[in-house]
Each structure stands twice: as C-alpha cells, then as structure tokens.
C-alpha cells in the first residue's frame, strides 16, 4: 500500500524568504503526486501534479515541486514566501483513483 | 469548465436529528465522486466514493451513507447523528474511468458540521 509522510508539522518563514515544504512516500511503483493547499474553512485546492512526466513539475502561484525516485521524496518550494500562502498543505499520492493524504503541513508566514 | 457546488456551507445539529449534506458537479460527465471528513487539525479521510450512479464503496464503517441519484449528484445522510460526526465534509469530484489513477481530484468549498 501506498502511504504519504509529511516531515514538518508547521513550518514558518518570513515573508519574502523562501519556503520548503517536505514529503516522502512509499510506492511499490510508479506514483502519482499532488500537492493540494487548503485556506481555512476552505476546501482543497490542486498546486500542482506529478505523473511520471517531467520530473520538476511547476504549479499554480510560483509553487514547484521535484520527484525524486532515488530519495523517494516530492518536496514542494516556492523561491519567495507571500503573505497569502499562509495556509495548510498537503502531499498526496494517487493509488488506484483514491487519494491517500499526508497529514498536512501548516505554513505561517511573518511580515 | 467545471464547478462544484456543497450545501448548507455551515450547519448545527443536535444529537440524534438526521443530516442530508448535497454536493452536485457541473460541466463534466460520468465523474468519479468523493465525499471526505476532516477531523479537526488532521488529514482528510475518505468515506465513500463512487463511480457511476448507484454505485457506492464505503471505506470505514459507520452511520453515514450516501447516495448517487444522478450522475452528478451525491448526497451523504445519516438517520441518526452522532457527537462524533461533527466535522469538516468535503465532497470532491475526478474524471470518470475507475482504473485511471493519474487524475486530481477537485474540492468543493465544504460543509462545517456542528453536533450539539
């Protein structure tokens, strides 16, 4: 089976500085990734998709996220934090037209 | 393009009163659905999807259901809630086929569930 972990709970950065968001999975194949991002009492919205394409996949609002198979990892990063990304994200992977979620990491962005 | 709608976006229940939540899709055909709960400060957890209607798959026992009776029209209920139903209710949609596992999946705005 399939399963997702996010290695920070919260994560705070200032803004204007960069921001780092880590996932690991676990796949016995070829997997498809997401990265969703939630603003409070609001559903999920998608970032950005992995599916066995290019391996550095760019998504919505300057967020871009690198599959590496060798690290099993799919760590999203944006190169300057913005007030409005305050928010919680999650890493997702796809098995068998079920997402499985990560638990989700909240990021605090400070003036 | 594609909208999705789910209402009421708040409601307060008390204990043992019954819960009809409705979410219907618009601009796609034969999608995939999905109803999810997310417990507060935790990940989502699916309850039920479906791939066409009148077929329902429930990932964890308890005492929701749901129901598809139109192809873009899902419906989670229960007879009889519980203090530990409260939550967030998110229904989300995919496009159709269910061996296609490469496609996202697409988020309403939610429903906040209050049991009192």
């Known amino acids: 089976a399939q399963s997702v972990t996010q290695l920070d709970s919260h994560v705070s950065v200032s803004e204007g500085t960069p921001v780092l968001l880590r996932c690991n999975y676990s796949?016995?194949?070829?997997?498809?990734l997401f990265w969703y991002v939630q603003h409070p009492n609001k559903g999920l919205q998608l970032l950005l998709k992995?599916?066995?394409?290019?391996?550095l996949v760019k998504g919505i609002n300057g967020f871009e996220a690198e599959f590496k198979k060798s690290e099993t990892s799919f760590h999203l990063t944006k190169p300057s934090a913005h007030m409005s990304d305050a928010a919680e994200y999650f890493c997702?992977?796809?098995?068998?037209?079920?997402?499985?979620f990560g638990a989700g990491t909240r990021l605090a962005v400070h003036p | 393009s594609q909208t999705i709608h789910q209402w009421p976006a708040t409601l307060v229940q008390p204990v043992g009163s019954p819960l009809s939540l409705e979410c219907t899709v618009e601009?796609?055909?034969?999608?995939?659905l999905y109803w999810y709960r997310q417990a507060a400060g935790r990940g989502l957890q699916l309850l039920f999807y479906?791939?066409?209607?009148?077929?329902i798959s429930s990932e964890v026992p308890q005492n929701l259901s749901a129901s598809r009776p139109q192809d873009r029209q899902f419906i989670l209920s229960s007879k009889k809630l519980l203090l530990s139903d409260s939550g967030f209710y998110l229904c989300?949609?995919?496009?159709?086929?269910?061996?296609?596992?490469?496609?996202?999946?697409?988020f309403g705005d939610g429903t906040r569930l209050s049991i009192l």
């Open positions: 989300a949609w995919s496009v159709g086929r269910a061996t296609n596992s490469n496609q996202p999946q697409h």
């Open positions: 992995y599916t066995s394409a290019a391996t």
């Open positions: 601009g796609t055909s034969n999608p995939n």
């Open positions: 997702v992977v796809s098995e068998r037209n079920k997402l499985i």
């Open positions: 479906s791939v066409g209607i009148g077929q």
């Open positions: 796949s016995s194949y070829s997997p498809s």
